[in-house]
């Protein structure tokens, strides 16, 4: 979180109070107003890195500065293909009270980012059947080079952005380069904040896909 949005919650809370006590605004009314504002500056930047659409270099910004969370380091190291980082990330994932389930999630990231097929097949077993399990038992099926079963688990996923991204993948593992970047480009359409950003850096990285999102 940015120190500055506090800042600037604080100025702005202290401006409405002082308004509102010269108008003789209800104090109820003053503070509903404060709390929006305080709920605007520090929410909006968290929203809106995984909500919005968001460009390569804010959300750049907003994992350097968020380093300190070993999710968001685990992310930024994962687009820009650094080991060291994801390692770290992981281990301090581990090491955190995290709920079992979201721990199970990031160590499938781990694997999958070192293409740790026995762990991957391991995490797998023992996670709830999701979008989110199909997406890595899809990308599992490619790393094992089982691409007819890799596109019956993409036509089976219900969401459009990991179909999407899937076929990409696997099209380019097929060498069908022009075809892969169409579909990559689809799937960029239909993600926002952090995820879009992970697929952009990560094929611009491994593929050379270069996009107008600065």
């Known amino acids: 979180m940015n120190f500055l949005s506090y800042i600037y919650a604080f100025i702005i809370g202290v401006v409405v109070e002082v308004i509102g006590i010269i ?3 209800p104090s109820l009314i003053i503070s509903i ?6 709920a605007y500056f520090i929410g ?3 929203l809106r890195m995984h909500l919005g659409k968001g460009n390569v270099k ?3 910004r907003f994992l350097l500065k968020s380093k300190k969370n070993p999710i968001y380091q685990l992310y930024y190291g994962l687009a820009n293909g650094l080991e060291e980082e994801v390692d770290e990330a992981i281990q301090k994932i581990n090491k955190r009270p995290y709920p079992s389930p979201v721990k199970k999630q990031h160590q499938l990231i781990h694997a999958t980012f070192h293409g ?4 991957m097949e391991k995490l797998l077993k023992g996670m709830k059947r999701s979008t989110f399990t199909l997406y890595y038992q899809t990308i599992h099926s490619m790393l094992v080079n089982n691409l007819d079963e890799a596109r019956q ?6 969401k459009l952005w990991m179909r999407e991204a899937l076929t990409a993948e696997l099209l380019m593992k097929e060498n069908r380069k022009e075809e892969a970047f169409n579909h990559g480009h689809v799937a960029l359409l239909k993600t926002r904040g952090i995820q879009r950003y992970v697929l952009i850096r990560t094929w611009e990285r491994e593929w050379g896909m270069l996009l107008n999102d600065k």
């Open 23 to 25: 108008l003789d605004i």
């Open 33 to 38: 107003l404060i709390y929006f504002i305080i």
């Open 44 to 46: 909006y930047p968290f």
């Open 58 to 60: 804010s959300t750049e």
């Open 116 to 119: 740790q097929i026995e762990d």
């Open 153 to 158: 688990l993409i036509d089976r996923n219900p």
